[in-house]
């Protein structure tokens, strides 16, 4: 997308699990508009911690300031202690962008209690204890919420129970949406087609054939990030608690006759 690097000059962005993958295309996508990004992972040392240095460095040579921030959404106390740092780096935070996510590729019934544990923990509670401890902020900012969504909220797809997580959160986003629109708090999500990252690679070995799908009826991460950056610029000022399906129309049409053609859009 075509933006003014100045769109966001002066905000601050944080943007969970942004070490990799549409996290970190979410971070480089506000850095190149304007915005000082802080990036969350999940672990405090190993290659969490490295990636996320690396992507702060990519936004320093965008010429924004970037800080990474260990926490892991799926405790309340690692949550509070990411605000306060959030709080104690620029004192404001105008985008929360909730992408991180974790969860176990397989079928419902062989699912153990610990996994469901974990699926709920991180997929649902720590994403409304982001959004709990980022409120005062984004109130004070008249700040923005993106949530980062997937097909699996309306599809079946095999061990994918992250699926129905992401199906309670879009609700999540309605329901937040018309209740913080009082307090000058917008709230949306973005909702991806099949995006290539590292949580492909390990969904390959779960289902059948889908390395075989065309390149064509995947999403680029850095069309997802362009879609996140809408929804927070004033051009976005209409929408309150939409998902916005980002897919390159795998999700449009079931009749499919010529996969390998690529759609003109
Ligand atoms: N890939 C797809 O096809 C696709 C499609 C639609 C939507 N999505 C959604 O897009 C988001 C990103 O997916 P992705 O494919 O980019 O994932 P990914 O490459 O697997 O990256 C996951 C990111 O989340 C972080 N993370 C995981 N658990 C965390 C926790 N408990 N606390 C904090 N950070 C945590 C990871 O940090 P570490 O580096 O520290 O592990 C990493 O930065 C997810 O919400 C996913 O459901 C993905």
Request: charged letters at 20%; proline letters at 4%; a positive charge.
């Amino acid at each position: 997308m075509i933006v003014e690097n100045s769109l966001f000059t002066d905000k601050v962005a944080l943007v969970t699990g942004s070490s990799r993958g549409i996290g970190k295309a979410v971070a480089l996508a506000f850095a190149k508009a304007g915005a000082d990004v802080l990036v969350n992972h999940s672990k405090p040392e190993g290659t969490s911690k490295t990636k996320a240095e690396g992507v702060c460095r990519q936004i320093e040579e965008l010429g924004r300031k970037s800080v990474a921030v260990a926490a892991d959404i799926g405790s309340k106390a690692s949550v509070g202690e990411m605000m306060e740092a959030v709080y104690g780096w620029r004192g404001r935070l105008d985008f929360l962008v909730l992408s991180a996510a974790r969860a176990p590729f397989k079928p419902i019934e062989k699912l153990l209690e610990r996994e469901m544990k974990q699926l709920v923990e991180t997929n649902y509670m720590g994403n409304i204890f982001c959004i709990q401890k980022a409120l005062p902020l984004l109130e004070a900012s008249g700040g923005k919420i993106v949530f980062i969504s997937s097909l699996g909220s309306r599809f079946y797809n095999p061990s994918y129970p992250l699926g129905s997580m992401k199906a309670a959160m879009e609700t999540l986003v309605r329901d937040c949406a018309q209740s913080f629109a009082q307090r000058g708090v917008q709230v949306n999500a973005v909702c991806g087609g099949i995006v290539r990252t590292d949580s492909f690679k390990t969904l390959r070995q779960y289902m059948d054939d889908l390395e075989n799908i065309p390149d064509e009826l995947c999403v680029s991460p850095e069309a997802l990030a362009d879609v996140v950056v809408f929804l927070c610029s004033p051009l976005a000022r209409g929408i309150c608690g939409q998902t916005i399906v980002v897919d390159n129309g795998l999700s449009n049409s079931l009749y499919r006759p010529a996969w390998a053609k690529k759609p003109k859009l």
